[in-house]
T-cell receptor, first 114, second 112 residues
Framework: DAKTTQPTSMDCAEGRAANLPCNHSTISGNEYVYWYRQIHSQGPQYIIHGLKNNETNEMASLIITEDRKSSTLILPHATLRDTAVYYCIVRVAGGSSNTGKLIFGQGTTLQVKP | NAGVTQTPKFRVLKTGQSMTLLCAQDMNHEYMYWYRQDPGMGLRLIHYSVGEGTTAKGEVPDGYNVSRLKKQNFLLGLESAAPSQTSVYFC???????????FGPGTRLTVT
């Protein structure tokens, strides 16, 4: 699975959009980009994933660059409850290695401030 | 529908003692995983299972054993606990149709 690089920490004002970047320059054509978050002391929570098209769900939007070497997770209206560590994970989907294993880096600590 | 539950939530062991952590899921998921998380670190995969009766090693399997006798349960065992195994342990599961993993609330283990 490709390696990802994320900033260690970011701040965001409550009500504003939070844009969390992730670099994955060695991503392969069959690898997806996943985002999870971990609110203090809780188990990680799935947010969104994508292959090459931009994706949106009720929690967030995922923007993947055309060359797929980087992506941005967007929380459109951040609230205090969005304060968490956000993990960007790249992994293969399908095929014989269909184990679904996730490799977590250290993620980005997002602090939403009032 | 409780999702993924873990028992116990907290435990303190002395070096050399043994214990079993239980993970249960009620979503009929095929895949189950055990991770550990040390302070300030991301999660690391210990063992996983791709179905009832199967287990496989992850990144950091040494000192742990697992069993998946029933589809809904995944047990993590420590035969002889060591202080290096002090950590928070998370269990997760997922179905075959998606790669979204559902995590339990964690078990905080301290080995003195």
């Amino acid at each position: 699975d490709a390696k990802t690089t994320q900033p260690t920490s970011m701040d965001c004002a409550e009500g504003r959009a939070a844009n969390l970047p992730c670099n994955h320059s060695t991503i392969s054509g069959n690898e997806y980009v996943y985002w999870y978050r971990q609110i203090h002391s809780q188990g990680p929570q799935y947010i969104i994933h994508g292959l090459k098209n931009n994706e949106t769900n009720e929690m967030a939007s995922l923007i993947i660059t055309e060359d797929r070497k980087s992506s941005t997770l967007i929380l459109p209206h951040a609230t205090l409850r969005d304060t968490a560590v956000y993990y960007c994970i790249v992994r293969v989907a399908g095929g014989s290695s269909n184990t679904g294993k996730l490799i977590f880096g250290q993620g980005t600590t997002l602090q939403v401030k009032p | 529908n409780a999702g993924v539950t873990q028992t116990p939530k907290f435990r303190v062991l002395k070096t050399g003692q043994s214990m079993t952590l239980l993970c249960a899921q009620d979503m009929n998921h095929e895949y189950m995983y055990w991770y550990r998380q040390d302070p300030g670190m991301g999660l690391r995969l210990i063992h996983y299972s791709v179905g009832e009766g199967t287990t496989a090693k992850g990144e950091v399997p040494d000192g742990y054993n697992v069993s998946r006798l029933k589809k809904q349960n995944f047990l993590l065992g420590l035969e002889s606990a060591a202080p290096s195994q002090t950590s928070v342990y998370f269990c997760a599961s997922r179905g075959t149709a998606t790669y979204e993993q559902y995590f339990g609330p964690g078990t905080r283990l301290t080995v003195t």
